[in-house]
């Protein structure tokens, strides 16, 4: 009876989305997740929930961009006004938090580049495999787990 409960149970595991996630032997240690603000990310919440013990690192390689477009939004079509409301904002800017994300956005195209990596997004898993052009982490793990780390 408990053999029958348990390929009941694993049966019904292969019927849910993530199945191969709940039966993967080797789960990874670290997940880096490559992206930019043209492609965003699911699932890294629930992934991060279901699997305390795995480290997973969002790395965007689009810092300077964001910074810029945070800069320049909604700015006004007057020229004299814009350049006027622009200089406010960089004056605002906390000079430690835009170095940490430059730092940041640099480390993760050098880190791109050592991968070889030439599409985002793309999920890293131990630095050893990796799933590219899938925005769920959760659809990534599964994919990495079926094909086998």
């Not at 622009?86 to 430690?96: F, H, L, W, Y």
């Amino acid at each position: 009876m408990k053999r029958l409960s348990a390929i009941m149970t694993i049966l019904a595991l292969t019927a849910l989305p993530g199945a191969a996630i709940a039966a993967c032997g080797n789960w990874p240690r670290v997940i880096e997740v490559f992206t930019d603000s043209d492609h965003p990310i699911e699932g890294v919440e629930a992934l991060a929930a279901q699997m305390p013990q795995t480290r997973i690192l969002m790395r965007r390689i689009d810092g300077k961009a964001e910074f810029d477009a945070k800069l320049s939004e909604g700015l006004p079509a007057d020229p004299v006004e814009a350049e006027r409301i622009a200089r406010e904002r960089i004056a605002g800017v906390n000079p430690q938090e835009v170095a940490a994300a430059m730092a940041s956005a640099l480390d993760s195209a050098g880190r791109m580049v050592n991968y070889g990596i030439t599409r985002v997004p793309t999920v890293v898993f131990d630095g050893r495999g990796a799933i590219v052009g899938e925005p769920d982490v959760r659809k990534a793990l599964d994919a990495w787990c079926r094909r086998g780390p």
